[in-house]
């Protein structure tokens, strides 16, 4: 079965708003990373975190350090550039392999 | 600072034509590499990685290869293209060795087959 679910799908937001993502792991993840893909299709790496959390101007993500089993990505005072599909993708072990979520289709309006 | 390229930017093929796509790695030796495949509006799935040159190892094979000629090069091809195989391709690298680190990935080729 699926091994991440990424949640919302999609979201809305207004400009200025602030927004939460967020991906669950079926089981202990050893590490994770976000990206963005714009309209071009271009992936941008956001964080990439073993545990913790790491903020980024506007961004910030979290890692559950306890059961490593879920990720978040929060955005405070969405800009218009934030729109775009927001995808987690995690790794289990040493197999160079990440598993990805089915991602965020974020849509900032003015 | 290192930079990744992709080639050609877009391909449209004929079904049952070959294909070849590329990827190179400047700035960075002995990088981990790897294949993505994206169904429009999906999520990426994994082909291949590649820890060494003359290495390629498959996730989901899809009736593609890949081969790592040089350190810096990743190539994808098929000998006959599927429907299914239109979409988009991303190729990307970590830092080398054991484990999987952050990745950064290449503009992508988008394929679509007729």
């Known amino acids: 079965g699926d091994q991440v679910e990424q949640s919302p799908s999609a979201l809305s937001l207004h400009e200025g708003t602030d927004s939460a993502l967020r991906c669950n792991f079926t089981t202990t993840m050893r590490s994770v990373q976000w990206f963005r893909q714009n309209s071009r299709g271009s992936l941008i790496s956001l964080f990439y975190l073993a545990s913790g959390t790491k903020e980024n101007g506007r961004l910030k993500s979290a890692f559950d350090s306890k059961e490593r089993r879920y990720s978040t990505l929060h955005i405070r005072d969405a800009q218009l550039e934030d729109s775009g599909t927001y995808f987690c993708?995690?790794?289990?072990?040493?197999?160079?392999?990440?598993?990805w979520g089915s991602g965020t289709k974020l849509i900032i309006k003015p | 600072a290192q930079t990744i390229h992709q080639w050609p930017v877009a391909e449209i093929k004929a079904v049952g034509s070959p294909l070849s796509l590329g990827c190179t790695i400047k700035?960075?030796?002995?990088?981990?590499l790897y294949w993505y495949w994206q169904a429009t509006g999906g999520t990426l799935q994994q082909l291949f990685y590649?820890?060494?040159?003359?290495?390629v190892e498959s996730v989901v094979q899809l009736n593609l290869s890949a081969s790592r000629p040089k350190d810096d090069q990743f190539i994808l091809s098929t000998e006959k293209l599927l429907l299914s195989h239109s979409g988009f391709y991303l190729c990307a690298w970590s830092l080398g060795g054991t484990g999987v680190y952050e990745q950064y990935f290449g503009p992508g080729t988008r394929l679509t087959v007729l």
């Open positions: 700035g960075k030796s002995s990088p981990n």
């Open positions: 590649s820890i060494t040159v003359g290495q």
């Open positions: 993708a995690a790794d289990m072990d040493s197999n160079y392999q990440l598993i």
